[in-house]
């Protein structure tokens, strides 16, 4: 039987998975996650839900290759047919930070303190821990993952209180240690001067608007910026 390798985006996500967790893995795709925690037995129980028949499949047959056995696999909606009592550790990877926050809204039992949250948007981040602040949850733990050459942050929730200043809703809620928070922020940086550039060229009022708005943005991340290098250079 071949080994399972995860990428270095999953081996984090599972490294902060609790040990003897009843897992729900959500968008499961392949099912690289919850196949891996079943296989190292690292999980009490795993659900691997998706949305579309074709990944889902696909799930099904990386539990057959790699022989992970007792893998609940489920067809359906984000959260919509998980009960709260079937999982305490709930995976959401590889979708849009808006997306991930959608799947929460729809299931607000996820808030109700008795549920672990391991959150890892591909994009929009900042909308993701917006969602966060604004709906009784708090980000207990956040680090960042180079995978293909790609930085993507990597969330733990839960219920709680936070309040995020608009540096850290866009370079992070607790990455002032992170040895890979000054490339994470500078690429944020770029990517928002470009958008204020393009902004800039527009006659439009709107647009002007959308930049000036930017812009404070960008004051955010420098501060932000300054903050990590003081934290980390001597």
Request: hydrophobic share 45%; net charge neutral; with cysteine.
């Amino acid at each position: 039987m071949k080994q399972l390798e995860l990428s270095p985006r999953l081996a984090l996500i599972a490294g902060w998975v609790p040990p003897g967790a009843k897992l729900a893995d959500v968008g499961t795709d392949h099912a690289y996650l919850p196949v891996w925690l079943t296989l190292h037995g690292r999980v009490a129980s795993a659900i691997a839900s998706d949305l579309r028949k074709g990944p889902l499949e696909r799930a099904r047959a990386t539990g057959r290759t790699y022989g992970a056995e007792g893998i609940d696999f489920r067809l359906g909606d984000g959260l919509a047919f998980i009960r709260p009592d079937e999982a305490d550790t709930i995976v959401i990877a590889g979708m849009g930070g808006e997306n991930i926050a959608a799947i929460l809204a729809a299931a607000p039992w996820t808030a109700d303190g008795r549920h672990t949250l391991l959150l890892q948007p591909q994009t929009r981040a900042e909308e993701l821990r917006r969602f966060l602040m604004d709906h009784g949850y708090a980000i207990t733990r956040e680090a960042l993952v180079c995978d293909r050459g790609t930085i993507y942050p990597v969330m733990e929730a839960g219920a709680g209180e936070m309040t995020l200043s608009l540096g850290q809703l866009w370079g992070g809620a607790k990455l002032l240690r992170d040895p890979l928070g000054d490339r994470y922020i500078i690429e944020k940086i770029i990517r928002l001067q470009g958008a204020v550039a393009g902004l800039n060229r527009s006659a439009e009022p709107a647009d002007r608007q959308k930049a000036d708005g930017l812009r404070d943005i960008l004051t955010a991340l420098l501060a932000m910026r300054e903050e990590w290098r003081h934290a980390n250079c001597p």
